[in-house]
């Protein structure tokens, strides 16, 4: 796939843009200022495979947090601001990677010229973040309308010589996000973080997400994601790294392929299908594993994957890549499943 040529930026050991792989980011929902709940989420996050977070800083105590969050974590922070400068400077000599700060609203041009001047001696970058809920109210909503209040506040930091950007451009509506982006991506060179914000629950996000963040990566738009998912964070790990696999973006996560059931299934799948979906989340592999209802089409209709099983009556059949290899007990499916999955 051609992906969009941005111009790369750090966020600490990570970059993002250039044609490097799209990062997947996620946010705490603790206090910040709460270090252990904090650094207890983001090492869960971690694990499920987040690489980037970001925190949001409401007050001194949280940006002075950031320093021994980030002490007790592996991947970058990114420190969330919304219009107090004195918190990006705090945050920022705390360590922060990156700060999300929009500069269009400070007032206060010394501190605008003091953030830009540490972030340039710390290599920090700058997200500004544009919400089509929250646009200036000098513009009537739209997706131009996006790209102009994102120019304004380019030109910010631009008439500054600082270059270390990324930008976004969330809705709650999913179409409208394609539009916004796509027009962001001809417009200017620097990475995009994509998202569609307020996105609901689980399953509402994740068909939001997936239609608009599936599309733009599939043009090729899209440097960073964040899937905002009203419940656990974790999900929003889960749910990106399964958006990124499904797109041919990210190849060490296992798949899994099962089949919707019909008449024809001859034992008690879905158990199977649950415990195995959670196992594999925890296997990272490109292989594509398959837990089908019958013998008759399974292994055919699964051919692809690279092991799988078909339940009959008494017994299951395993398949590798649609050959037959051997019949197994029924209660021995997960357990063999996984032992071959370990073999891959
Ligand atoms: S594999 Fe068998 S049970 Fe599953 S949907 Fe196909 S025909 Fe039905």
Not at 54 to 63: N, P, Q, T
Not at 115 to 132: D, F, Q, S
Not at 147 to 170: G, N, V
Request: hydrophobic content about 40%.
């Amino acid at each position: 796939m051609n992906r969009s040529e941005t111009r790369p930026i750090h966020v600490g050991n990570e970059q993002i843009g250039g044609q490097n792989r799209v990062v997947i980011q996620s946010m705490t929902n603790t206090r910040t200022k709460d270090v252990d709940s904090t650094v207890e989420q983001i090492l869960r996050l971690e694990e499920a495979g987040c690489e980037i977070i970001r925190v949001a800083i409401l007050d001194k105590e949280d940006a002075l947090a950031v320093k021994q969050i980030r002490e007790q974590i592996h991947i970058p922070l990114v420190s969330d601001i919304h219009f107090n400068p004195d918190f990006a400077i705090q945050a920022i000599l705390s360590g922060t990677d990156k700060i999300r700060l929009n500069p269009g609203n400070i007032e206060d041009e010394g501190k605008i010229r003091e953030i830009v001047k540490l972030c340039k001696e710390r290599n920090v970058p700058i997200r500004i973040g544009i919400n089509a809920g929250s646009l200036n109210r000098k513009y009537t909503h739209s997706e131009e309308a996006m790209i102009e209040s994102a120019k304004d506040h380019l030109r910010i930091l631009e008439a500054l010589d600082f270059h270390d950007i990324c930008l976004s451009f969330k809705s709650s509506d999913p179409l409208e996000c394609i539009k916004a982006y796509r027009l962001a991506a001809e417009t200017f060179p620097y990475p995009l973080h994509l998202g569609v914000t307020e996105a609901g629950g689980l399953l509402n996000s994740t068909i939001k997400s997936s239609l608009a963040l599936g599309n733009l990566m599939l043009d090729g738009i899209g440097d960073t994601i964040r899937i905002s998912i009203s419940d656990d964070p974790i999900e929003e790990v889960r749910v990106a790294r399964k958006l990124l696999r499904a797109c041919g973006l990210k190849k060490d996560v296992a798949n899994l392929i099962s089949c919707p059931t019909c008449g024809r299934l001859q034992y008690d799948m879905l158990p199977i299908v649950k415990e195995m979906e959670a196992y594999l989340e925890t296997v990272d592999k490109d292989i594509s594993v398959a837990i089908m209802g019958c013998p008759v089409n399974g292994p055919q209709e699964a051919a692809r994957a690279d092991i799988g099983v078909a339940g009959g009556k008494q017994s299951a059949i395993l398949f590798k890549k649609g050959q037959i290899v051997r019949t197994i007990p029924q209660d021995q499916i997960i357990q063999t499943l996984k032992e071959e999955i370990e073999k891959l």
